[in-house]
């Protein structure tokens, strides 16, 4: 599992076979144990919607259509900055090995 720490605004992508799914940081909560993600898969996809809140060691993971892989995203742990305010999340991403992952 690759391990990304992101601030708000910062998002990933990850490029599969059958197109590019792409997840953003909206706001991070550390003080909450909460992040904001938007995530953005390609039309075609028959998926349910992912974007949402989610809590400390939450996960969610997704089957990628025409080709035989899946991707999962956990919420890690927070990283608050020193004053309180904001901060970074740190997301586990597991997919096939070949499939790049771009910050």
Known sequence: MLDLHLSNGQGLSIETPSGEVEVWTVEVHPEEKQVDLEVVIPEEWALEALTGTYKLHQEFSMQVPDVEGQIRIKVLRFRPRP????????L???????????R
């Open 83 to 90: 004053d309180g305010t904001g901060g970074a999340v740190s």
């Open 92 to 102: 586990g991403i597991d997919a096939p090995r070949d499939w790049p992952i771009l």
